[in-house]
C-alpha cells in the first residue's frame, strides 16, 4: 500500500504541496513587481532582469546535485534544509536595502529550492507505491505547482500595488513554516545507512558548471544578443562541461546521474516533453502579462487579477488528468493536453493592439491552461515509473532539472526572438507583433511535446524495476520495502 508504514502518507503529501507551491510561486511572484523594485532598490535597467535571471541559474544549476543528495543524505534531511535556506533568503530579500543584497538573496532562494524540490516529488514517489495512489497524490503536487505558478502573476500584482514589492518575497515565510511544520509528525526521519555512497564531486562541479552556463549563456541573450562572441563562448563552455559531465558519469560507479536511467523510454521520454511543455508554459506567462501591461494598459493588480481563469483552468485540467491517468497509462491524458494547448496558444498568437480581455485573452487562457494542466499531473508520473526508491532523488532531480532548463532557456529565446523582430520601436502595435510571434513559437513546443508523447512514450505502463546501479548498494534501513521498487498498483 505505502512504501514505509511509519509515514502519514496525507502529511508528506501536504508538506510536499506546500513546499512545490512556493517554490513554483516564487517563479513568477517577482515578476509583475520589477518596475517598483527598480525605482525603491535603485537598480540600473541591465541589472533588473538578474532578479529573476539569478534564481533561475542557481536553481537550475543546482537541481541534480541536489536531487543526489537527497538519496544519499536523506529526503527529510534535504527537504528541511533546502526549504530552510529558501525561507531565510526569502526573508533577506524582503529586507534587502541594495540592489546586490536583493540579488544575493534571489541567489540562496534558488539553492534552497534546487534541495527542497525533488526532495518533495521524492518523498511522494517513495510514500505512494506504483499505482493509483501514486497517480492521485502527484495529481494534487501537480496541480499545487500549477497553481502555484499561475497565481505567482496575481499575487504579485496585489501584493507591489497594495502592500509594497517587499512582501512578494516575504509572503514566502509563512508557506516555508508551514511545511516546515508538516514534516515532524509526517515523515520519520529514517535510519542512517551503515554503508553510504560517496557523492559523485566531479560529476556536481561538471553538472553545475555546465547547465549553469547554458542558462546563463541564454538568458543573458536579452543583453547580448545571439551573435555575440560571449554568448557562443559561454554557449561552448556549457557544452564541453556537459560532454564531460556524460563522459564521467558513464564511467563513475556512484554517479550523480545514472545514464542507465535514460533508457527507459518513460524517464527520457517524459523528461524532454516536460522541458518542451515548460518552455511553452513559461513563455506564455511571460508574454501574456506583457500583453496585458503594456498594450491593454492593465495595471499590476488588475493584470494579476486577470490571471485567475488560467489557474483554474490549470487546476481543472488536473485533476482530469489524475482521473485519467488513474485507470489508462500517462500517455492518453499528455497527447491531447500537449494538442490543446498548442491550441490555445495558437489563439492567443492572434492578439491585436486593440484588442481587450474578453476578446483576447480569456478564451485562449481557459484553452491553454486546460491543456496544460493535462500535461503537467501525468509528466512527474511517467518521469518516475520504473524507477527505484534508491534512486528517486536522481529522478527526481533530473524531472525538475528539466523542467526549469525548458522554462529557462525556452522563455529566454523567445523573449529575445520577440525583441528583435520588434527592434527599437516601443509603441503597442509593435510589441503587440513581437509577443505574437512567441506565443505562436510557444504553440509550436506543444505540438512537439505531443509528437514525443506519441512516438516516444510507451502504449502501456511498465511494472518492471530499471537496471539497478552496479554500485554497492547502501545498507537497508528497517523501514519496509524503502530500498526497492514496488510496481504494482497499491
Not at 31 to 41: E, K
Not at 91 to 109: K, M, V
Not at 342 to 350: H, N, R, S, V
Amino acid at each position: 500500500m505505502y512504501r514505509n508504514s511509519r509515514e502519514r502518507p496525507a502529511l508528506v503529501l501536504a508538506a510536499a504541496a506546500v513546499a512545490q507551491f512556493v517554490v513554483a510561486l516564487d517563479m513568477s511572484v517577482v515578476n509583475v513587481a520589477l518596475p517598483a523594485i527598480r525605482t525603491s532598490l535603485g537598480f540600473a535597467p541591465l541589472d533588473l532582469s538578474w532578479v529573476v535571471h539569478v534564481y533561475a541559474l542557481t536553481f537550475g544549476g543546482f537541481l541534480l546535485l541536489g536531487g543526489r543528495a537527497c538519496d544519499l543524505y536523506g529526503r527529510r534531511r534535504m527537504f528541511v534544509l533546502g526549504l530552510t535556506a529558501f525561507g531565510l533568503c526569502s526573508l533577506a530579500g524582503g529586507l534587502a536595502q541594495t540592489p546586490w543584497q536583493l540579488i544575493a538573496a534571489r541567489a540562496g532562494q534558488g539553492l534552497g529550492a534546487a534541495a527542497a524540490a525533488p526532495a518533495a516529488l521524492a518523498m511522494l514517489t517513495t510514500t505512494f507505491a506504483e499505482g493509483p495512489r501514486r497517480v492521485r497524490a502527484l495529481g494534487v503536487w501537480s496541480a499545487v505547482n500549477a497553481a502555484g505558478g499561475a497565481l505567482g502573476v496575481l499575487a504579485g500584482g496585489l501584493l507591489t500595488e497594495y502592500a509594497g514589492w517587499r512582501w512578494v518575497m516575504l509572503i514566502n515565510l509563512p508557506i516555508v513554516m508551514a511545511a516546515l511544520a508538516l514534516i515532524p509528525a509526517g515523515v520519520p526521519a529514517g535510519a542512517a545507512p551503515a554503508r553510504r555512497e560517496r557523492l559523485d564531486s566531479l560529476g556536481a562541479v561538471l553538472a553545475t558548471g555546465g547547465v549553469g552556463l547554458l542558462v546563463l549563456g541564454v538568458v543573458r541573450t536579452d543583453t547580448l544578443g545571439w551573435g555575440s562572441p560571449v554568448t557562443w563562448t559561454t554557449l561552448a563552455a556549457a557544452a564541453v562541461l556537459l560532454a564531460a559531465f556524460v563522459l564521467v558519469e558513464s564511467r563513475s560507479g556512484a554517479p550523480l546521474l545514472r545514464l542507465g536511467l535514460l533508457r527507459s523510454r518513460w524517464v527520457a521520454g517524459a523528461n524532454v516533453l516536460v522541458f518542451l511543455a515548460a518552455a511553452g508554459q513559461f513563455t506564455a506567462f511571460y508574454f501574456v502579462s506583457l500583453y496585458m501591461q503594456q498594450v491593454l494598459g492593465m495595471g499590476a493588480a488588475a493584470t494579476g487579477l486577470a490571471f485567475l481563469p488560467f489557474s483554474l483552468g490549470l487546476v481543472a485540467g488536473t485533476v482530469v488528468a489524475t482521473r485519467i491517468t488513474v485507470a489508462r497509462t500517462p500517455r492518453v491524458s499528455l497527447v491531447p493536453g500537449a494538442l490543446l494547448a498548442a491550441a490555445g496558444l495558437a489563439w492567443f498568437a492572434l492578439i491585436s493592439p486593440d484588442g481587450s480581455f474578453l476578446a483576447d485573452v480569456l478564451g485562449p487562457s481557459l484553452v491553454t491552461s486546460v491543456g496544460a494542466g493535462l500535461v503537467l499531473a501525468p509528466v512527474a508520473a511517467a518521469a518516475t515509473t520504473g524507477v527505484a526508491a534508491r534512486e528517486a532523488g536522481m529522478a527526481s532531480g533530473l524531472m525538475n532539472s528539466s523542467r526549469q532548463l525548458g522554462g529557462s532557456i525556452g522563455l529566454a529565446a523567445l523573449a529575445t526572438l520577440a525583441a528583435h523582430h520588434t527592434g527599437a520601436a516601443t509603441d503597442p502595435a509593435a510589441l503587440n507583433d513581437g509577443y505574437a510571434l512567441g506565443l505562436a513559437v510557444a504553440a509550436a513546443f506543444f505540438l512537439l511535446a505531443a509528437a514525443v508523447a506519441i512516438g516516444v512514450l510507451p502504449r502501456r505502463r511498465a511494472v518492471v524495476p530499471l537496471p539497478q546501479s552496479t554500485a554497492p548498494a547502501p545498507t537497508p534501513a528497517p523501514a519496509p520495502a524503502d530500498n526497492q521498487l514496488e510496481g504494482t498498483p497499491s
